[in-house]
């Protein structure tokens, strides 16, 4: 039985019971925002290939549970498929980001559209840009990049929305774009980094709160930070991240490999593709 529409999230690890995504139809490398896409950008996107990974990726995720719902890949927003940074749900409803750019702020309308016909709550932030794939939450903590994509401005602004949340900010280095490039939560007390991306004082201040899987420069270029969790002790992995999978296991850690090689060339992996709307205690 079709599970309805709920809106509760409280961090990035419980079981994930509800996800929105959207298929990679017309994924492709224009502008070039980041270094990944900068060392792709001349062989570009093999289309049929993306799908068929997009494909396997939700298949997996229909297997271990998660009620997987699309949008609507639209030909003019060849980011679409990273659903991540359009809008995260916290607690019980669901913030609609402001885009950096005007092409990616077209993609909130579908969101949005999507969100009213369901009847579900949500606000958006209209001060300044912030997205999605700087947000990450951990209860009543929430850790913010600082990035060109996500300002001071507008997270001064979300913090008057939740008063009732810790906001803690992290300044990332100019190479990286998103806070989950760099860093990224996979149980209550454990997380992936790759400690260059930040400074060093906000690396210390994460080591106070949990203990740190540290990812090497070789697989954070394949984003060994953007795994998913789907379950408690239950992450999704790029096969290719050999070492930082390895450690994870080694924490005690089930790593399910699925093959993203594709969709990574544009810079984003499993959590950017993903805008988790449910998961369950």
Request: proline share 3%; with cysteine; charged share 25%.
């Given at each position: 039985?079709?599970?309805?529409?709920k809106?509760?999230?409280?961090?990035?690890?419980?079981?994930?019971?509800?996800?929105?995504?959207?298929?990679?139809?017309?994924?492709r490398i224009?502008e070039?925002?980041?270094?990944?896409?900068k060392?792709?950008?001349?062989?570009?996107?093999?289309?049929?290939?993306?799908?068929?990974?997009?494909?396997y990726?939700?298949?997996?995720m229909?297997?271990?549970?998660?009620e997987?719902i699309?949008?609507?890949?639209?030909?003019?927003?060849?980011?679409?498929?990273?659903?991540?940074?359009?809008?995260?749900?916290?607690?019980?409803?669901?913030i609609?980001?402001q885009?950096?750019?005007?092409l990616?702020?077209?993609e909130?309308?579908?969101?949005?559209?999507?969100?009213?016909?369901?009847?579900?709550?949500?606000?958006?932030i209209m001060?300044?840009?912030?997205?999605?794939?700087?947000?990450?939450l951990?209860?009543?903590?929430?850790?913010i990049?600082?990035?060109?994509?996500?300002?001071?401005?507008?997270i001064?602004?979300l913090?008057?929305f939740?008063?009732?949340?810790q906001?803690e900010?992290?300044?990332?280095?100019?190479?990286?774009?998103?806070l989950?490039?760099?860093?990224?939560?996979?149980?209550?007390?454990l997380?992936?980094?790759?400690?260059?991306?930040?400074?060093?004082a906000?690396?210390?201040?994460?080591?106070?709160?949990?203990?740190?899987?540290?990812?090497d420069?070789?697989?954070?270029f394949?984003?060994g930070?953007?795994?998913?969790?789907?379950?408690?002790g239950?992450?999704i992995?790029l096969?290719?991240n050999?070492?930082t999978?390895?450690?994870?296991?080694e924490?005690?850690?089930?790593?399910?490999?699925?093959?993203?090689?594709?969709?990574?060339?544009s810079?984003?992996?499993?959590?950017?593709c993903?805008?988790?709307i449910y998961?369950?205690?």
């Amino acid at each position: 039985m079709k599970l309805a529409h709920k809106i509760v999230c409280h961090n990035e690890y419980d079981r994930l019971k509800q996800v929105i995504v959207t298929p990679p139809t017309h994924m492709r490398i224009e502008e070039v925002i980041n270094e990944t896409q900068k060392h792709y950008q001349d062989s570009n996107i093999d289309i049929d290939k993306a799908l068929e990974q997009h494909r396997y990726f939700q298949k997996v995720m229909r297997d271990h549970g998660v009620e997987v719902i699309e949008i609507e890949p639209r030909s003019e927003l060849n980011e679409q498929v990273f659903t991540r940074d359009i809008g995260v749900t916290i607690g019980t409803q669901v913030i609609v980001s402001q885009m950096a750019t005007d092409l990616r702020e077209r993609e909130t309308v579908y969101l949005k559209k999507f969100l009213v016909e369901n009847n579900m709550a949500h606000m958006e932030i209209m001060i300044d840009s912030i997205e999605g794939g700087d947000v990450i939450l951990d209860e009543e903590r929430i850790w913010i990049g600082v990035s060109d994509r996500t300002t001071e401005i507008a997270i001064q602004s979300l913090q008057q929305f939740l008063p009732n949340y810790q906001i803690e900010t992290i300044d990332l280095k100019n190479e990286i774009l998103h806070l989950d490039c760099t860093f990224n939560l996979v149980g209550p007390n454990l997380a992936l980094i790759y400690r260059e991306g930040i400074l060093e004082a906000d690396y210390q201040r994460l080591n106070e709160h949990y203990q740190l899987i540290e990812v090497d420069s070789e697989e954070q270029f394949t984003l060994g930070t953007n795994v998913l969790s789907i379950a408690p002790g239950k992450v999704i992995s790029l096969p290719e991240n050999k070492r930082t999978n390895q450690k994870l296991r080694e924490a005690g850690l089930e790593v399910i490999e699925v093959p993203f090689n594709e969709i990574i060339k544009s810079g984003g992996s499993f959590r950017c593709c993903t805008m988790p709307i449910y998961r369950e205690k």
